[in-house]
């Protein structure tokens, strides 16, 4: 274990409407074993024993499951390691004396509540929209009913990993969500289970996530910040599927 | 609180009635995908150009003869069908319609995203992917569009100052023109900007268009690549070798 003595410049705002700037806070003899988040956790402690406001910012399960942490920590979305949350993230990535700039998501879709904190409620308009399968009530059928190729349920398996936390949006030059919606729309549209809204999810999906946020330019960079690596091809899947959507006509014989 | 809140649609059902008002390709333009189906496609009809463009230009080294009489065939095709010019003009038609809905919808799609990011961030990114070309497609964009009109009054309308401008006399009107040090730079710098912006847009047009298979996706790159380096190459000879004495009056 070697201690660390950090500067932090963390972003503090009283609300949402509050002007914000950084505040330079000195975060000494840190253990390099901490989560990032522990360490914040540290650095509250001591300042409410000063009798100063601790630093507002998310999280919940602190093991990469849940989405909830956010935080851009030296201009990356979750920090310097690939594939992790910033509650996996750890202080040996980093060195003694080093200065840690630290801000909140930003989006005009991710309005901040308070310092670090950001609500992505924008991210549950866009799955309610579509996010759904229609599914038979009654008693629980048997698993495996419904064959699926192994390939098949391995890359709906891989969109579905998404935690939803707002990595993409927020490493994004044009706060597109573009890598969420796409994995949202994906992990149902590639099984057996999601293929009878499949085209009405995408178009709904879609044109949701248009309300709130950019659009994708195809920089690659939310695949790099996301914490579960999900890859950009299932951008092209939704992009595919969206125009689909548009020539679809499910309207059967008889109806105008 | 209340501004914390994101304004919130309708909970229920926006799956199930998907409401047509306009027809189609009106209402799938309205969406921020279907511009950049319509960006894809566009570029990839100005991608066609842009290479018959040079291909045709490499007659250049072939001397006058070869040169103005390609230029005479374009005026000439097709033609025993149609008359004189009118396919020229058919395919001139196009291109400046895919060079409007090009430039309309990324400026169109810019303005979304600015408007999806008012506050900046305050500290500086450090980008993992994102690369020069990516980042600089709405300067190359603009770059290369302004070249373009310069380039139709160098060697299509009027002619610039400090050249001697016939028109129909295409060889001599290229060699005139690039003759000059300062119109050979530029053209260089121009054709540069129109690389740099091929190798993303020739990238980007397979995601767009959801052009996607593993497959063929480590082929996507070297395409782009490819793609932006023959045009770099080939358009970038041409002032060179005028510069150089090899291509030149008589």
């Given at each position: 274990m070697t201690e660390l003595n950090l500067t932090l410049k963390v972003w503090r705002q009283a609300g949402p409407d509050a002007p914000g700037s950084f505040d330079t806070i000195e975060a000494k003899g840190i253990n390099d074993e901490m989560s990032f988040l522990e360490m914040l956790d540290i650095v509250n402690e001591r300042l409410i024993n000063d009798g100063k406001e601790a630093i507002v910012f998310d999280h919940d399960c602190r093991e990469g499951i849940c989405g909830t942490c956010s935080l851009m920590i030296n201009g990356q979305a979750h920090g310097p390691q690939k594939g992790t949350a910033t509650c996996q993230l750890h202080m040996r990535k980093f060195h003694d004396g080093q200065e840690i700039v630290i801000e909140p998501w930003r989006a005009t879709a991710f309005p901040i509540v308070k310092d670090l904190m950001v609500d992505r409620s924008a991210f549950d308009r866009i799955v309610e929209s579509g996010g759904f399968i229609t599914a038979e009530t009654g008693g629980a059928s048997d698993a495996n009913l419904t064959p699926i190729p192994k390939p098949v349920a391995d890359a709906a398996m891989d969109a579905a990993a998404c935690i939803g936390c707002g990595a993409c949006v927020a490493a994004c030059p044009n706060s597109a969500a573009n890598l969420f919606t796409s994995a949202k729309v994906s992990h149902l549209n590639l099984l057996p289970q999601g293929q009878a809204e499949r085209y009405s999810r995408v178009e709904a999906m879609v044109d949701t996530m248009e309300e709130f946020f950019g659009s994708c330019t195809n920089h690659g960079e939310c695949q790099e910040a996301c914490p579960k690596e999900i890859s950009i091809d299932f951008i092209a899947l939704m992009n595919k599927d969206y125009l689909k959507s548009k020539f679809k006509n499910r309207r059967m014989l008889s109806r105008r | 609180m209340a501004s914390t809140t994101v304004a919130r649609g309708p909970a229920s059902g926006g799956a199930q009635r998907a409401k047509r008002k306009a027809p189609f390709p009106v209402e799938f333009y309205r969406s921020a995908l279907g511009k950049k189906y319509v960006m894809a496609l566009t570029g990839i009809m100005l991608m066609g150009f842009v290479l018959l463009h040079m291909i045709?230009?490499?007659?250049?080294?072939?001397?006058?003869?070869?040169?103005?009489?390609?230029?005479?065939?374009?005026?000439?095709?097709?033609?025993?069908?149609?008359?004189?010019?009118?396919?020229?003009?058919?395919?001139?038609?196009?291109?400046?319609?895919?060079?409007?809905?090009?430039?309309?919808?990324?400026?169109?799609?810019?303005?979304?995203?600015?408007?999806?990011?008012?506050?900046?961030?305050?500290?500086?990114?450090?980008?993992?992917?994102?690369?020069?070309?990516?980042?600089t497609m709405r300067w190359t964009g603009i770059i290369v569009g302004l070249f373009l009109i310069w380039h139709l009054f160098d060697l299509s309308w009027t002619g610039t100052p400090g050249m001697t401008f016939v028109r129909g006399e295409a060889y001599q009107n290229v060699v005139s023109s690039l003759s000059r040090p300062v119109v050979a730079a530029f053209y260089v710098a121009a054709n540069i900007a129109l690389g740099i912006h091929l190798f993303h847009g020739a990238w980007s047009l397979f995601q767009s268009m959801g052009w996607n298979n593993p497959r063929f996706n480590v082929w996507r790159k070297n395409v782009a690549i490819a793609f932006a380096a023959i045009i770099v190459i080939g358009n970038v000879s041409f002032p060179l070798a005028v510069q150089f004495g090899i291509v030149h009056v008589n």
């Amino acid at each position: 274990m070697t201690e660390l003595n950090l500067t932090l410049k963390v972003w503090r705002q009283a609300g949402p409407d509050a002007p914000g700037s950084f505040d330079t806070i000195e975060a000494k003899g840190i253990n390099d074993e901490m989560s990032f988040l522990e360490m914040l956790d540290i650095v509250n402690e001591r300042l409410i024993n000063d009798g100063k406001e601790a630093i507002v910012f998310d999280h919940d399960c602190r093991e990469g499951i849940c989405g909830t942490c956010s935080l851009m920590i030296n201009g990356q979305a979750h920090g310097p390691q690939k594939g992790t949350a910033t509650c996996q993230l750890h202080m040996r990535k980093f060195h003694d004396g080093q200065e840690i700039v630290i801000e909140p998501w930003r989006a005009t879709a991710f309005p901040i509540v308070k310092d670090l904190m950001v609500d992505r409620s924008a991210f549950d308009r866009i799955v309610e929209s579509g996010g759904f399968i229609t599914a038979e009530t009654g008693g629980a059928s048997d698993a495996n009913l419904t064959p699926i190729p192994k390939p098949v349920a391995d890359a709906a398996m891989d969109a579905a990993a998404c935690i939803g936390c707002g990595a993409c949006v927020a490493a994004c030059p044009n706060s597109a969500a573009n890598l969420f919606t796409s994995a949202k729309v994906s992990h149902l549209n590639l099984l057996p289970q999601g293929q009878a809204e499949r085209y009405s999810r995408v178009e709904a999906m879609v044109d949701t996530m248009e309300e709130f946020f950019g659009s994708c330019t195809n920089h690659g960079e939310c695949q790099e910040a996301c914490p579960k690596e999900i890859s950009i091809d299932f951008i092209a899947l939704m992009n595919k599927d969206y125009l689909k959507s548009k020539f679809k006509n499910r309207r059967m014989l008889s109806r105008r | 609180m209340a501004s914390t809140t994101v304004a919130r649609g309708p909970a229920s059902g926006g799956a199930q009635r998907a409401k047509r008002k306009a027809p189609f390709p009106v209402e799938f333009y309205r969406s921020a995908l279907g511009k950049k189906y319509v960006m894809a496609l566009t570029g990839i009809m100005l991608m066609g150009f842009v290479l018959l463009h040079m291909i045709g230009n490499l007659k250049m080294y072939l001397g006058p003869e070869e040169f103005n009489h390609y230029a005479e065939f374009l005026r000439e095709l097709l033609v025993p069908i149609l008359p004189r010019t009118v396919a020229l003009w058919g395919m001139r038609l196009g291109l400046i319609a895919a060079f409007g809905l090009h430039i309309h919808s990324a400026y169109s799609l810019t303005r979304m995203n600015h408007a999806a990011r008012t506050v900046k961030y305050q500290s500086p990114r450090d980008y993992a992917a994102a690369n020069f070309a990516s980042r600089t497609m709405r300067w190359t964009g603009i770059i290369v569009g302004l070249f373009l009109i310069w380039h139709l009054f160098d060697l299509s309308w009027t002619g610039t100052p400090g050249m001697t401008f016939v028109r129909g006399e295409a060889y001599q009107n290229v060699v005139s023109s690039l003759s000059r040090p300062v119109v050979a730079a530029f053209y260089v710098a121009a054709n540069i900007a129109l690389g740099i912006h091929l190798f993303h847009g020739a990238w980007s047009l397979f995601q767009s268009m959801g052009w996607n298979n593993p497959r063929f996706n480590v082929w996507r790159k070297n395409v782009a690549i490819a793609f932006a380096a023959i045009i770099v190459i080939g358009n970038v000879s041409f002032p060179l070798a005028v510069q150089f004495g090899i291509v030149h009056v008589n």
